[in-house]
């Protein structure tokens, strides 16, 4: 069941209806039953692992609780069963067939048949297993008790708004919610249609429409060279940003209008100055994650240079495995952490006097988008081999002349309307993320006039219309595989 979809309009709105018109000790029952229900459309039997791995969490959490000597053990053990479903569900046909690679690259080595597994990926299973762990963790180091009510602690675990794609939400942030009373207010509705708008309009007009061009590119590219790989790998950059951020949208409008609040996911990441505050702005619940879990224990920056890379290349890597079983996913990973590794000595020289230009924060926020554009090339292309294929012809046969350009925009599948109406839509793309970047943008559209706030949701429903007819189907997250 997809947020752009029919149906989920249908079960939002009946659930906000109930939820709203029962008695506050059934709300809890309710929304479980509702996020069992919204995670079974998928496939029925994805329920038993959202129950497995929910029941092995809470069991956990209690004998930490109870064994506080021996609760490193328990974590430990809780996160080997949860990361084993993850690696089988995910990995185990990566992990396979790389070996194999292995053994027929190496002459002495004797070959190695080894059978693909038809195991269908559970959707959003990276999530679930991550927000189990997380809450394990957070008992052991005290920061939250063992939730004793297995109901409230399997809500958590289920909540249907983030579960398949994020926020990867915190113990102390969520679960206490379930606990406490709610009361209807209208402006917790109002801000919640608000988001669920803007993330609608991210997700389904500027996403949805951005993918037919980066797709006509990236899925035949050794058709292209210079100009049309260059701006499908820019505009691959907006989309997967709408993509995503529209769910996280979309899911925290939903929670808002049920007087629940999310955290927030991102944070106007493409006019971050440093590869640093990109990260502190793109996905932060598993940028958070990432930091407290995996790089604070492994000793993070109050280390020696040599370790503090090593904590850096380990986190990065394993945030690039997490996206992906696939090699591109491991490069994008090292990318990044070889960025921030570098960043120190770049962060000397942008803010240096003796370089007014690149002092220029312009051009920060350009160097920045640039660089992570780069790495973009190989979280999008189907394979290594295309990720190359693109990054040799990037600069090939490039020229700047009108007709070249209009030779490439045509080849990429735009016409003069359709290229009109993306950089309108990207156009209006950058107005909410300036907004956004000095203060909430749906709490800068409640302060507008009755006027201009009715402009901007008519603005914005009648772009989404038209882009829903002009895409004439919708397209999954791209997160839910993740």
Known sequence: MLFNSFSFLIFFTVLFFIYWGMAQKYRWLL???????????????YALLLL????????????????????????????VLCFSLLIYFKYLNFLCQSLASLFSAVSFLPELSIPVWDIILPVGISFLIFQNVGYTTDVYRKEVDAETHFGYYALFASFFPQLVAGPIERTKNLLPQFKQEHLFQYENAANGLRMILIGLFKKVAVADTIALYVDNVYNHVQD??????????????FQIYCDFSGYSDIAYGCAKMLDINLMINFKSPYLAETISEFWRRWHISLSTWFRDNIYIPLGGNRVPLGKYFRNVMTTFILSGI????GWNFVIWGALHGM???????????????????????????????????FTWIFFRANSVTDSFYVIQNLFCHLEFRLIYVKRAFASMGFTKFSLALTVGLLAVLFWIDFV???????????????????MIYILLSLLLLFCIMFTSQSQNFIYFQF
Request: aromatic share 18%.
């Open 31 to 45: 929304l479980l039953t509702a996020s069992y229900f919204f995670y079974m459309c998928w496939r029925p039997e």
């Open 52 to 79: 497995f791995s929910t029941t092995a969490s809470y069991v956990t959490g209690l004998l930490i609780e109870r064994y506080r000597k021996a609760g490193k053990y328990f974590v430990w053990l809780n996160a």
């Open 224 to 237: 292209f060279t210079g100009l049309p790989l260059i701006l499908a790998t820019v505009l691959f950059a």
């Open 322 to 325: 997490w996206h992906g079983a």
């Open 339 to 373: 960025y921030i590794c570098g960043g120190g000595g770049i962060k000397r020289l942008t803010n240096s006097k003796k370089n007014p230009v690149l002092r220029c924060q312009f051009l920060r926020n350009l160097w920045v988008f640039g660089v992570v554009c």
């Open 436 to 454: 956004n970047d000095k203060e909430p943008v749906d709490q800068a559209i409640e302060k507008q006039n009755i006027y201009t706030r009715w």
